[in-house]
């Protein structure tokens, strides 16, 4: 059973359109909720940490949000340079510090 | 640049051969992380260190595969008698952990460019 599922697998947008990323998680005891951006061959890039429901933050384009049970990526007025596969992942009571990824979600916007 | 260093970035090796990885971290990073990652999936853990001592290991590190972290600096992981399911990427990442520290930077893992395995 998948204890981080991201929907959906892939978003094509236009340049402009904006959309969210969801993050569903199953684990108990959350220590932190983590989003990282990762483009072809190259490792995930830290983005947002989250730690308690109600928590937003943002950045540019980008804002995350953490409910108790899911977590919501919002990308405003998208450009292209925002494709990439957004990943989700968590820490909890269990994991000892290691993150639990998700699938991620590619993000495609066309001009 | 003082991001996590790895080396190499690409390697092609034959089945049943021995590979080597390195990692760099973040200087003054306490913990160091490895995960492998494939087509279309997300990072999946195999283990961790927590200065030199080894804290965990994923049941997805089988025998063939040790790592090491000598002086707490840099880190090792060996992949003995390749096999071709060991193609992957294999990422590390580092964080520097405890309460209070830096503003509540709280374990946030910053992730090399990883080392990309191809098993023939």
């Known amino acids: 059973e998948d204890q981080v599922t991201q929907s959906p697998e892939a978003l094509r947008l236009q340049e402009g359109e904006s959309s969210s990323l969801n993050c569903s998680y199953t684990?108990?005891?959350?220590?932190?909720l983590f989003w990282y951006r990762q483009d072809p061959g190259k490792g995930p890039e830290f983005l947002f940490t989250?730690?308690?429901a109600g928590e937003e933050k943002e950045k540019e384009r980008l804002k995350a949000t953490l409910t108790k049970k899911e977590s919501f990526l919002h990308i405003t007025a998208p450009k292209p340079e925002d494709s990439a596969t957004y990943l989700c992942?968590?820490?909890?009571?269990?994991?000892?510090?290691?993150?639990?990824f998700g699938k991620g979600t590619k993000l495609s916007v066309k001009p | 640049d003082t991001g996590v260093s790895q080396d190499p970035r690409h390697k092609i090796t034959k089945r049943g051969q021995n590979v080597t990885f390195r990692c760099d971290p973040i200087?003054?990073?306490?913990?160091l992380y490895w995960y492998r990652q494939t087509l279309g999936q997300g990072p999946e853990f195999l283990t961790y260190?927590?200065?030199?001592?080894?804290?965990?290991k994923s049941r997805l590190l089988s025998d063939r595969f040790s790592a090491e972290r000598p002086k707490g600096s840099f880190s090792t992981l060996e992949i003995q008698r390749t096999e071709q399911g060991d193609s992957a990427m294999y990422l590390c990442?580092?964080?520097?952990?405890?309460?209070?520290?830096?503003?509540?930077?709280?374990?946030?893992?910053?992730f090399g460019a990883g080392t990309r395995l191809s098993v023939l």
């Open positions: 990442a580092s964080s520097l952990s405890g309460r209070g520290i830096l503003g509540g930077t709280k374990n946030i893992q910053y």
């Open positions: 684990v108990s005891g959350l220590r932190g």
């Open positions: 989250l730690y308690s």
């Open positions: 992942a968590v820490t909890y009571g269990g994991s000892q510090g290691n993150l639990i």
């Open positions: 200087s003054e990073h306490n913990r």
């Open positions: 260190f927590q200065n030199e001592a080894q804290l965990e």
